[in-house]
């Protein structure tokens, strides 16, 4: 027997109930460990039974995957950068929104980077996913893409886990402002970008962020 297709309303509430789990899901998983939560205690804070779990997501493991996935794309969705600025303005503009999104959404945040099941390969691909992206944004800012300049690779890459960890410490334990830590976060970049250069000098960039 063929199932019945859904209604634009019964699909636009089953998007929405889908939704409301998974921000749950981001509150939960960004405040606590992923084996200290049970599948029964998401139920009961979601107000619904282990079986609409089950239909949505198949597991335990099937939410919180979601959940990263989510997370990573309202990230990087956050962080679209504006071709018509110039590279320069294009790195702050770049850095406020990042942190915008850490300071307003700080258990997405948390859940996507600072949780986690190990060394599963399905989350750890969504995580490289996000650094993959911000990887070639950098690379296209210094206006270095389709050119291989492996140095710079390092560089940018070594950054983004800076502004990863960093970002982290900044919403778990404070100590720092945000205007600090956005000083210091663009000052290392001048310096890995200089530090870069000197190995590199033949690569046309703008090293002043």
Known sequence: MKKRPKKKGERLELDARRAQLLALGR???????????????????????????YHYFGSKRGFYVATIEEAAAALLAATLEDPA???????????ETYLDFVSHNAPAFKALLGSGIGTDAEVAAVVEGVRSEFLRRFVMNLGLEGKPRPVFELAARSW????EAASLQWIERGGVDRATLKTFLLDTLTQVLMAAYRLDPTAPITLTP
Do not use: M, N
Not at 85 to 95: G, V
């Open 27 to 53: 509150d939960l998983f960004g405040q606590r460990p992923y084996d200290d939560i049970a599948i029964d205690e998401i139920a009961e804070k979601a107000g619904v039974s282990k079986g609409l779990l």
């Open 85 to 95: 600025l110039a590279p320069p303005e294009r790195a702050q503009r770049s850095l």
């Open 160 to 163: 983004i886990g800076l502004v």
